[in-house]
């Protein structure tokens, strides 16, 4: 929400973004069994209608490290491209993406 917050979108807009990312929960029903409640603490959720816009939102300003390492971005997926002579730089790149 930090991102988004410097965003143009109208108050309306952005509080409604808000309330759909607080608290938001999941279980699982399989075969009759359903598994406890989880809170889901992530910013992009998976199969919503936001997700692909909230995820253009957060990775927008992601950039490699290293300029030989390439970062590819599609729907809600991010791939590190990394050649070979690059590897020892595999660890950074991938906090780096984390953070």
Not at 6 to 30: A, G, I
Not at 33 to 53: D, F, K, Y
Not at 54 to 81: C, G, H, Q, S, W
Request: glycine share 4%; aromatic share 8%.
């Amino acid at each position: 929400m930090e991102k988004m917050a410097h965003l143009s979108l109208p108050d309306e807009v952005y509080n409604w973004v808000l309330h759909f990312l607080e608290r938001r929960r999941h279980c699982t029903r399989y075969s009759g069994t359903i598994s406890s409640v989880s809170e889901i603490l992530a910013s992009i959720i998976q199969g919503s209608a936001l997700g692909p816009a909230t995820y253009v939102v957060n990775a927008a300003d992601l950039r490699p490290l290293n300029a030989t390492n390439e970062i590819m971005k599609f729907a809600d997926d991010t791939y590190l491209i990394v050649p070979a002579e690059g590897s020892a730089d595999c660890h950074a790149e991938l906090d780096h993406i984390r953070s």
